[in-house]
């Protein structure tokens, strides 16, 4: 069902207010995009300069901009719709005392200069955004060429489980959303110029006693990638940026 930049604003300041913070505390799931794509990054040849700038697109509550700048030290810009879940994010951003800036802006037109960034995260947005492929070129457009950008999105296969825990009240309504199938993900990214060089597939336990959750480690490790593709939760695409088009003109 199509929906508007304006309705999941109005979802996520509601949902910023709801238990957000509180839901994402018992979900392991949550801290994992973050930690996974720390992992792709380290184990690959990517270098992420010291002292760089990071834009994260869709940076809710600011815990992966946080994280980010913190690992790498980076200088941080977030991004987001939602005024609730930034009000979160600067309480966070100034005891962190990281050079940070936060703004309210949809990530589909970013109002930063091309080649602005040195690396862009985008966490569990692209469902969230109308047109996925419009965030995506803009991520490409803003982060220098060699660049790196980082994208994770749900697996269509989950999208049962997320309405269940959301009906059942075990964790929170993703709202205004179309789940991403990984075709078009790929199809996107490839228009973009963002050059895949490394995808994951991961978590088979989000949430529940630690010795499950740890077993669904053990499991993950084990499994080929082709079967992760198919049935586990996430997907993370370690990217960088191909040289930019000339401007015409």
């Known amino acids: 069902m199509p929906f508007t930049i304006t309705e999941v604003a109005e979802h996520w300041d509601h949902t910023a207010t709801s238990g957000y913070e509180e839901f994402n505390a018992k979900t392991v799931s949550y801290g994992r995009r973050f930690s996974d794509a720390i ?41 987001d719709v939602s005024e609730g879940m930034l009000e979160i994010a600067r309480a966070k951003v100034a005891e962190s005392d990281l050079p940070i800036e936060l703004h309210r802006l949809d990530g589909e037109d970013l109002p930063f200069d091309t080649n602005s960034f040195d690396i862009g995260i985008n966490f569990e947005v692209l469902e969230h955004t109308p047109h996925p492929e419009r965030m995506l070129a803009e991520l490409a457009r803003v982060v220098k060429p060699g ?38 993900i790929l199809a996107g990214l490839a228009a973009a110029g963002l050059r895949v060089v490394a995808e994951r597939t991961s978590v ?46």
């Open 39 to 79: 992992e792709m990054i380290e184990a690959s040849d990517i270098h992420i300069p010291r002292g760089g700038k990071l834009i994260d697109v869709g940076c809710g509550t600011g815990n992966g901009l946080i994280i980010f700048c913190r690992r790498f030290g980076l200088t941080g810009v977030g991004v």
């Open 147 to 184: 660049g790196t950008v980082v994208v994770t999105t749900p697996n269509t296969l989950w999208e049962p489980i997320h309405w269940l825990a959301a009906k059942t009240g075990l964790h929170h309504s993703e709202g205004p959303h179309r789940d991403v199938s990984r075709r078009e």
């Open 204 to 249: 088979l336990v989000p949430a529940g006693p630690r010795f499950l959750t740890r077993l669904g480690r053990n499991v993950e490790n084990r499994l080929p990638d082709g079967v992760l593709r198919v049935i586990a939760l996430r997907r993370i695409f370690l990217c960088v940026v191909e040289p930019h088009p000339p401007s015409e003109g």
